[in-house]
C-alpha cells in the first residue's frame, strides 16, 4: 500500500489532519488501534478556542458546532465563598470561547471523513513505524491475521500519550519535561441542567471543583481528589455532597443532581517532548505533550499542531519547500510552553496544596483577590484563556 501521509491516531487531531490534508488534494491513511466505537466513548474536555472553531470551519464540519455549541464570552472564579466573573468577551475585545465536547468533535470528522470515502483502518494492531530518518518511512500494522505494509513520504504521530509514534524514536533523541501533580479530577457527566449558564472555577480549602457543561441538559462537573481515590468508592451521592460543599450559597440552590452517565478519576500531569519531528515522523497532539486540563488546552494545542503540520506538508508538495517542514517543531514549542505555562499557574492557583499549609491558601486567596480586582491581571487571563492566535512567522 503507497500513500503520501500516514497518520497513526484517529482522535481528533489524526482526524482534524486527515481533513486539512484532503483539502488540500494530498493522500493520507489513518491507523487506529482501537474500535470506532471506543474513540467515541473518550470523555474528555470540549471548550474551544477561536483557533480550533476556524480550523473546523475550514474542513467544513462546523455546522452542527454552530448549531448546538454554547457561546461563552466569560467564566466565574469562586473562592472565599463569593463568585467574581472574568469578562473574556469585554477584556479581549470581542473574543470568546465555544463549549462543544470533544466527543462531537470527533464524530463530526469521522463522519467528514466517511462521506468523503478516505481510508480509515480501525483496530490496527501491532502498529510499528520504521525507517522514517529516510526518503521512504514504512508503517506495518495487522488487521484480520493479515500484516499489511505502507510506504509513505511522512508519518504523522497523533496516537496520544502511550502511543507507538514517540517510543519509536531513538533513546536519546528526545527530551521529556514532566510535572506529576499529587492529585487528579473526579468527573461526572449528567443528564442535568447546568449550575450557572458560564463555568464555574472553584477554589476551595476543601480543594478545587469545576461546574461545566455539554449542553442545556447535560453537565460535566469536577472534584479535586486524592490520587489513591479509586472511583468506585465515590457514589453519586458521595459526589453530589461533596460539590455542593465546595460551591457558593446561589450555585448550591441552583444544582440539579441525578444519576452519574460516566464517572472517572484523571490524574494531572505536566509533559512536554522535543522535539517534534524526527527525520519524516512528526508528533503532535497528545503525543507530543499533555497540560492539566485545569485551561481548557489540550485539544485546542492538538488543534493548532495539526494545522502548522498540514501547512507545512502543502507547502512540501504544493510549493517543493521544506521550510515549514524544518521549523514545524519550534514553531509549535514557542506556543506550546506558553500554554504550558499558563495551564500550571492555573492548576496552581486554583487547588488546594496541603503540603503548603494554611499560607499557601492564604496566598492563594490574595493572588485571586489582586487578578479580579486588576484589570490587567484579568485581561492576563483572559488572553491566555481564549488562546493565542496562529503564528507563520510571516
Not at 481533513?19 to 488534494?25: I, S, T, Y
Not at 466565574?76 to 470568546?96: A, E, P, S, V, Y
Not at 442535568?192 to 472553584?202: F, K, N, Q, S
Not at 496544596?353 to 487571563?381: C, W
Request: net charge negative.
Amino acid at each position: 500500500m503507497r500513500t503520501q501521509v500516514a497518520i497513526i491516531g484517529a482522535g481528533p487531531s489524526g482526524l482534524l489532519l486527515g481533513q486539512l490534508l484532503h483539502k488540500a488534494g494530498i493522500d493520507a491513511i489513518i491507523l487506529e488501534r482501537q474500535s470506532d466505537d471506543y474513540v467515541l466513548g473518550r470523555i474528555r474536555a470540549g471548550v474551544l478556542e477561536q483557533v480550533c472553531i476556524d480550523l473546523l470551519d475550514e474542513v467544513g464540519v462546523g455546522q452542527r458546532m454552530h448549531q448546538e455549541g454554547l457561546v461563552h464570552g466569560g467564566f466565574d472564579m469562586l473562592f472565599q465563598g463569593r463568585r467574581h466573573r472574568i469578562d473574556m468577551h469585554g477584556l479581549t475585545g470581542g473574543k470568546n470561547v465555544m463549549v462543544y465536547g470533544q466527543t462531537e468533535v470527533t464524530r463530526d470528522l469521522m463522519d467528514a471523513r466517511r462521506e468523503a470515502g478516505l481510508p480509515t483502518v480501525y483496530e490496527a494492531n501491532h502498529v510499528t513505524v520504521r525507517d522514517f530518518d529516510t526518503t521512504r518511512p514504512r508503517v506495518h500494522y495487522e488487521k484480520d491475521g493479515q500484516t499489511v505494509e505502507i510506504e509513505c513520504d511522512f508519518i504523522a504521530g497523533c496516537d496520544g500519550f502511550h502511543g507507538v509514534c514517540r517510543a519509536s524514536v531513538p533513546e536519546g533523541a528526545v527530551i521529556s519535561y514532566e510535572k506529576i501533580y499529587p492529585f487528579g479530577w473526579l468527573g461526572v457527566l449528567s443528564d442535568t441542567p447546568p449550575v450557572h449558564e458560564e463555568l464555574i472555577y472553584v477554589n476551595s480549602p476543601r480543594g478545587f471543583a469545576l461546574c461545566s457543561m455539554r449542553s442545556h441538559t447535560r453537565s460535566r462537573h469536577y472534584l479535586q481528589v486524592p490520587l489513591s481515590d479509586k472511583v468506585e468508592a465515590w457514589s453519586d451521592d458521595a459526589f453530589w455532597n461533596e460539590l455542593r460543599l465546595r460551591l457558593d450559597p446561589a450555585a448550591r440552590d441552583a444544582l440539579v443532581t441525578g444519576p452519574s452517565l460516566e464517572k472517572s478519576i484523571a490524574p494531572l500531569r505536566s509533559f512536554v517532548a522535543e522535539p517534534m519531528r524526527f527525520g519524516r515522523l512528526f508528533l503532535a497532539g497528545d503525543a507530543a505533550h499533555i497540560v492539566p486540563p485545569t485551561g481548557a488546552k489540550g485539544l485546542n494545542l492538538a488543534a493548532t499542531d495539526v494545522k502548522y503540520l498540514s501547512r507545512a506538508l502543502i507547502e512540501f508538495y504544493q510549493e517543493k519547500s521544506a521550510s515549514g517542514i524544518d521549523t514545524y517543531s519550534d514553531t509549535c514549542l514557542r506556543r506550546i510552553w506558553k500554554a504550558e505555562r499558563f495551564s500550571w499557574w492555573f492548576t496552581s492557583l486554583m487547588h488546594h496544596f496541603p503540603e503548603n499549609g494554611p499560607i499557601g491558601q492564604k496566598l492563594q486567596e490574595a493572588e485571586l483577590d489582586y487578578l479580579v480586582h486588576s484589570e490587567a491581571a484579568a485581561r492576563s487571563v483572559a488572553e491566555n484563556y481564549v488562546g493565542l492566535p496562529l503564528d507563520f512567522g510571516e
